[in-house]
């Protein structure tokens, strides 16, 4: 009974995810499918051969989030005894076909009447105020249906101070706004509902999330797990190792916490438990792999190309800002679980439960086809995101064409089941694609009331309220950053967290960053407030994607979080290390050996950082042997630091790089030598025991 109830948690955990709670009748889920189809078909057809402007392409797209909502989503997800009304979960109810619709129309009537509006911007007629209310009203509640309502609750608490702002008291006055104002901006124009997040949203992130569903229908996501575990699965703690490559693979892709947990989590947390990891720590290295799994370039998630539209530059160098991070980040939890399997004595699998490694890739190197053209249309064409996985969707489905076709050879079936069982596999993977965007959709658009209010002159003044609680200090600026994103980012996907925190401090850094003589990229601060987003999913005590995992792993949530969070302690502080030292994003850093050696000191580094947190290198860590680690850790990531308390030329910074490794050695010298006068004790302890054993047994054999 508990297996199946966990079971069932898990199954509803990704359903909420994907906003796909209703159970359908069979001409309800032809409604939903064809609605998912056109919605995919009409994204493909975008950089193809459809040519229309940015408005009409943002309308469209809310206009089918909002229908799909409205008819998968109940109001009440929870029963309630005299509410029975709002859960009906077995059905779509007439109330909802009408949302579906209402939502869809006023999502659709800037593009229905934009010349008009236009015409009329700032004296908007009567039924451009209606239309305008009534999309706030379902735009809200088709948001709190799909993700909850902390997003929907600080949209209104926004709007409520931008219309009471002349009635507040004196330090949190403001001239306030009047509802012809509100409605002209949030839903009358591109600069709130309409605005960059949302346009992201159409024009970008849906091809990358349509490209993950149809990968993971492919089975992909089956293929990386296995290939990990053939390679690192025979190593010390190997299943732990494999989860965190291939949820890092899976990560690419998938943009999502919860969705990588349900795709990568059933094979590998089983593993980890049965060699050896106790239920808490299996499901947190799952959760801190998968949750790192949206830093990792090219895709990143959603938020990765609303930053490049914020600081206004290309994508790539937003790939090529998150690289070194991203990278040292998954080295570090590659650490952990070295480091776990250390203290734990586990060793790896059996070879009896490993897959091949040939026959893996085999039967699935099809798979990295599709990858490489995505990798090679955005690093080496240089060509538009949203053309490179255009482009890299249509390999994939010649791919899935070749993959049912030759299985169909193999097991001795004729072409026309194959040929179904593919147009089977990419039709769900559309249909998929688009209900996975919904939650990103309607959280753009609801993020651009927030943005939008913001714009009409409370930005200022929260500047200066933030400015004034940190008392001018970036290090206090940088700290309420990073709680803000956790608190908010509890109920609030990754996308949405960025997006308010974003529009919200990151100039502020900027701005009191310079004040004190620190030069902070925008980039630095755009990043900052991303990761910290990110982290906000494995936090407890909300921390949805501990949720998922602990429902695999059977174990308890909120441990389970705490473990999770405290293994992601690294990727905060590469978070706050590159606020101060921007070549870790390499910012002016154009030089591949210079690169080079800026990723090499961060895995040094990264490495004696992990030793530190888990209280472990080559045996238990002493408290003496502490600022060794914690000392050579921030010589290696920060050397410019460390080059200006010793008066040293900014220029010969690198030579600290020797300095680090010093102090590592030794470290390590000394971890060296307590790890044999160990081995020596347990020796002769073993040896002491024999000879006893000896003596006992000649006793025994003289009487």
Known sequence: MVIQKEKKSLEEYLKEEIGDVRTLRRHEVYIVALIGIFWAVYQLALPSFLIIDTTTERAVHLAFAMALVFLLNPCLKKSRKHLLFLNISNRIPIIDYIFAALGACTALYLFLDYEGIAM???????????????????????TRRVIGPALSIIALLFTAYAFSGPYMPDLFAFKGVSLTKYISNITLSTEGIYGVPLGVSASIVYLFVCFGALLDK??????????????????????????????GATGIVSGSSIANIVTTGPFTIPLMKKIGYPSKKAAATE???????????????????????YVNVPYLEVVKSAAIPALASYFGLFCITHLEASKLG?????????PSFWGTLKNGIHYLLPLGVLLHQLV????????????????LILVIFYQEIRRAVM????????????????????????KNMMSVALACGSAGIIVGVVNMGIGGMIAGWVESLSGGNIFLLLLITALASLIIGMGLPTTATYIVMASLTAPIIVEVGSL????????????FCFYFGILADDTPPVGLAAYAASAIAESKPIPTGIQGFLYDIRTSCIAFLFVFNPELILHDINSWPQALLIFGMCLIGMSAFESFAQGWCLVRVKWFEIPFFLGAWFILFHPGGIASVFKVDPRNKYYFFILGLFVYGIVLFIQVLRKRASEGHIGSMDSKMKSRKKIARKDYTML
């Open 120 to 142: 009329r911007m700032g004296a908007p007629l009567a039924r451009d105020m209606a239309a305008g209310v009534i999309l706030v009203i379902l735009l809200l509640e088709a």
């Open 218 to 247: 492919a089975g992909a996501g089956k293929f990386f797990t296995d290939l990990a575990l053939s390679i690192l699965g025979r190593f010390k703690g190997g299943a732990a190792k494999a989860a965190v490559v291939a949820s």
């Open 287 to 309: 959760v801190a792999a998968s949750t790192d799994g949206q830093l990792m370039p090219p895709i990143m998630g959603a938020a990765a190309f609303i930053i490049a539209e």
């Open 346 to 354: 586990i060793r790896g699998l059996p070879p009896e439960d490993l």
């Open 380 to 395: 080496y064409l240089r060509h538009s995101p949203e053309l490179a996985a255009y482009r890299s969707i249509q390999i």
């Open 411 to 434: 097991e001795k079936r004729g072409l026309a089941p194959a040929l179904k069982e593919s147009f089977s596999v990419i039709i769900n993977g559309l249909i998929q694609g688009s």
């Open 516 to 527: 004190y003589g620190f030069i902070i990229p925008i980039m630095a601060a755009h990043l």
